[in-house]
């Protein structure tokens, strides 16, 4: 069973990371995405594209969400703007936490 350690946590978004099996768990609210360490730097990345942060779209409900697509067109995930905050910055300090970790063990 994998020991997870907590790089952030940020509204709904957890980030853990296992250093046994070297992958990073997202998890917020339903989702859970696990990533190996290269893949987590390239998902951020991707998050990180100028048109990224500007697909906010108007749901029936009135509130306007980010949309972020994954390769399978058939599954896009939704934040608000709040969730979507506290996503990115958690990805940020996790980012940052794992260096940390990394350099300790």
């Not at 998890?27 to 995405?33: E, P, T």
């Not at 500007?54 to 067109?73: A, H, K, M």
């Given at each position: ?7 952030s946590?940020?509204?709904?978004a ?18 859970m995405?696990i990533f190996s360490?290269?893949q987590?730097?390239?998902f951020?990345k ?9 697909d906010?779209?108007s749901f029936p409900?009135g ?11 058939d ?7 709040d ?10 300090e ?12």
């Amino acid at each position: 069973m994998c020991q997870k350690i907590t790089l952030s946590r940020k509204g709904a978004a957890h980030i853990s990371y296992c250093a046994q099996c070297k992958f990073i768990y997202i998890w917020h609210n339903n989702l859970m995405l696990i990533f190996s360490l290269p893949q987590f730097k390239s998902f951020k990345k991707y998050t990180e594209s100028p048109n990224f942060n500007e697909d906010f779209y108007s749901f029936p409900d009135g509130e306007n969400r980010l949309i972020l697509r994954t390769p399978n067109s058939d599954i896009c995930f939704s934040f608000t703007e709040d969730e979507w905050t506290n996503f990115y910055a958690a990805m940020e300090e996790a980012e940052y936490m794992q260096g940390v970790y990394q350099l300790i063990y």
